[in-house]
């Protein structure tokens, strides 16, 4: 059986505009984070969501109450969060090596590989529930680029930079649990 699933980033924040690494600390939505997330919602309010998930981080929560205009009970799942940078949380990206795959853990952080597998788990047992058609979940660009990155190479720019409020539509096949990515998203440029 063939369900869809679309993977949101978050809306801009404070972080993300000083150019700090968020991770898993979290930094509120600006105002043009919150347009986004008004965008966006228009963008997918024709959709009939059957449910819908949020990371457990704020600026997600935020975004996913603003794009369902606080009309949908929403689940916070820490298995959406993003990857953990550990001591490098909140310091400037500049300090950002060139290969993350295990950097990060010697500095009490998470893997590439850690998080992917903590993403691709948590969205396969999000969408194995009953009544779980057409499902949202708010994210961040890390763990939805590393989502991605699973199941194919991403595209070239995405590698670049993940845009906030940007939407990635996959097919769910039930009988083997595996997503492939539909479409790509930006009703915010």
Same mark, same amino acid.
């Given at each position: 059986?063939?369900?869809?699933?679309?993977?949101?980033?978050? @809306?801009?924040?404070?972080?993300?505009?000083?150019?700090?690494?968020? @991770?898993?600390?979290?930094?509120?939505?600006?105002? %043009? =984070? +919150?347009?986004?997330? *008004?965008?966006?919602? #228009?963008?997918?309010?024709?959709?009939?969501?059957?449910?819908?998930?949020?990371?457990?981080?704020?600026? #997600?929560? !935020?975004?996913?109450? +603003?794009?369902?205009?606080?009309?949908?009970?929403?689940?916070?799942?820490? =298995?959406?969060?993003?990857?953990?940078?550990?001591?490098? *949380?909140?310091?400037?990206?500049?300090?950002?090596? *060139?290969?993350?795959?295990?950097?990060?853990?010697?500095? @009490? $952080?998470?893997?590439?590989?850690? %998080?992917?597998?903590?993403?691709? $788990?948590? /969205?396969? #047992? +999000?969408?194995?529930? !009953?009544?779980?058609?057409?499902? &949202?979940?708010?994210?961040?660009? @890390? #763990?939805?680029?590393?989502?991605?990155?699973?199941?194919?190479?991403?595209?070239?720019?995405?590698?670049?930079?993940?845009?906030? /409020?940007?939407?990635?539509?996959?097919?769910?096949?039930? *009988?083997?649990?595996?997503?492939? &990515?539909?479409?790509?998203?930006?009703? %915010? !440029?």
């Amino acid at each position: 059986m063939k369900k869809t699933f679309y993977m949101m980033r978050h @809306g801009q924040t404070l972080f993300n505009i000083r150019r700090k690494i968020q @991770g898993s600390c979290d930094s509120p939505l600006t105002e %043009v =984070g +919150i347009q986004q997330a *008004e965008i966006a919602g #228009a963008f997918l309010k024709d959709i009939s969501f059957d449910h819908v998930y949020s990371s457990s981080a704020e600026r #997600a929560c !935020d975004t996913l109450e +603003i794009v369902t205009k606080n009309k949908m009970p929403y689940a916070r799942l820490k =298995g959406l969060k993003e990857m953990s940078f550990g001591t490098f *949380e909140g310091e400037s990206e500049d300090l950002n090596p *060139e290969d993350k795959s295990t950097f990060f853990l010697e500095y @009490g $952080g998470e893997s590439r590989e850690q %998080v992917t597998k903590r993403l691709v $788990g948590t /969205c396969r #047992a +999000i969408m194995k529930q !009953d009544g779980h058609q057409t499902v &949202l979940a708010v994210s961040h660009a @890390g #763990a939805c680029l590393h989502f991605l990155s699973h199941w194919q190479d991403p595209m070239p720019e995405l590698k670049k930079g993940f845009p906030n /409020c940007m939407i990635l539509k996959y097919e769910y096949e039930s *009988e083997d649990e595996s997503f492939r &990515l539909l479409k790509v998203y930006r009703p %915010v !440029d």
